[in-house]
């Protein structure tokens, strides 16, 4: 049975995920500041890290025979000030930092590093000549771009250390626990469907578990290496997501527009991303066999009734 390091694995996509490794026949170990007595599954346990002082249970290391590196604050969590822009970076690029320097210092047996990034690496749609953006397209200039080009830098140096490194840049994600999902959702518990903007921008989306999945398929398959797209192969524009949202929930609702110069005043810069249009391919992770469960609006709408 091999053993699985998660970093971040408290939070939502770390919760499926060990959910998902542990009824695949894994041991998971999940790092954690505040280290509980007890998971209450022998399969899960708890080592303590902390990334401000740069330590990290030697055991936790040596046991290890995959890292998943999802540990990173929210990125929509609060207003992008400057303070909290840097608490953004400081969080992925010193996480990597600690677990490269623990697997250049502790004996291990570590044969896969398959760390998060996002799809934040990509700019908007061009509007000259439109396509969607693949793995090979370099990182954008604005914020999150260059957020997700140092995350991605700060944990490569594992594959010079001889471990198989996959990152997997992430769609906005879907699931019923919370996240994106929830937030969609607000807006319909009084009747409207809030649509942002012209509501023409375009969602490069992927249900929670198909992203698991293809965290999974990133351990089992040693043919995968270097950045692989978790979108679903069919991204849909916000007015249609918004509205099949309201329809899978059979409510009462009004189509509203939120007006650009809105969002502006209540999210600041971070409005620029909900308005954005990125159509980011799938193609790569299918040319690897990964088959997806949710790959389109019927399914996704299906998902959304259920439950």
């Known amino acids: 049975m091999a053993t699985v390091l998660i970093t971040g694995g408290t939070g939502l996509i770390g919760k499926a995920l060990t959910k998902a490794l542990v009824a695949n026949n894994y041991r998971v170990i999940i790092l954690t500041r505040e280290k509980p007595a007890s998971s209450g599954d022998a399969r899960v346990s708890y080592a303590r890290w902390d990334i401000g002082t740069q330590y990290i249970e030697t055991e936790a290391i040596g046991r290890a025979d995959h890292i998943i590196h999802l540990a990173g604050a929210n990125v929509g969590?609060?207003?992008?000030?400057?303070?909290?822009?840097?608490?953004?970076?400081?969080?992925?690029v010193k996480s990597s930092a600690l677990l490269v320097k623990a697997i250049r210092e502790i004996p291990n047996h570590i044969r896969t590093v398959v760390s998060a990034s996002a799809i934040?690496?990509?700019?908007?749609?061009?509007?000259?000549?439109?396509?969607?953006f693949t793995e090979s397209d370099p990182p954008a200039d604005d914020f999150l771009g260059q957020t997700c080009r140092q995350w991605e830098?700060?944990?490569t140096p594992v594959?010079?250390?001889?471990?198989?490194?996959?990152?997997?840049?992430?769609?906005?994600?879907?699931?019923?626990?919370?996240?994106?999902?929830?937030?969609?959702e607000k807006p319909l518990h009084a009747g409207?469907?809030?649509?942002?903007?012209?509501?023409?921008?375009?969602?490069?989306?992927i249900q929670i578990d198909d992203l698991v999945r293809i965290y999974i398929a990133a351990i089992e398959n040693e043919k995968m290496e270097g950045a692989y797209n978790a979108v679903a192969p069919q991204p849909v524009s916000n007015k249609t997501f918004v509205t099949a949202l309201a329809r899978a929930k059979k409510r009462f609702y009004l189509p509203v527009h939120v007006p650009a110069f809105a969002l502006r005043l209540v999210l600041g810069e971070m409005s620029?991303?909900?308005?954005?249009?990125?159509?980011?391919?799938?193609?790569?992770?299918?040319?690897?066999?990964?088959v997806f469960q949710y790959p389109g609006l019927p399914e996704l709408e299906s998902f959304l009734k259920a439950g």
């Open 153 to 155: 830098a700060s944990i």
């Open 159 to 184: 594959a010079q250390a001889g471990k198989r490194l996959v990152k997997i840049r992430t769609g906005i994600v879907l699931s019923k626990e919370g996240g994106a999902l929830k937030e969609f």
């Open 272 to 290: 620029i991303e909900v308005l954005k249009s990125t159509t980011v391919s799938s193609e790569k992770i299918r040319a690897t066999g990964f």
């Open 192 to 205: 409207i469907a809030a649509i942002l903007g012209n509501g023409r921008q375009v969602i490069s989306w």
């Open 77 to 92: 969590e609060k207003r992008w000030t400057e303070k909290r822009k840097k608490e953004i970076v400081d969080s992925r």
């Open 120 to 132: 934040g690496w990509y700019g908007p749609d061009p509007e000259a000549a439109p396509r969607p």
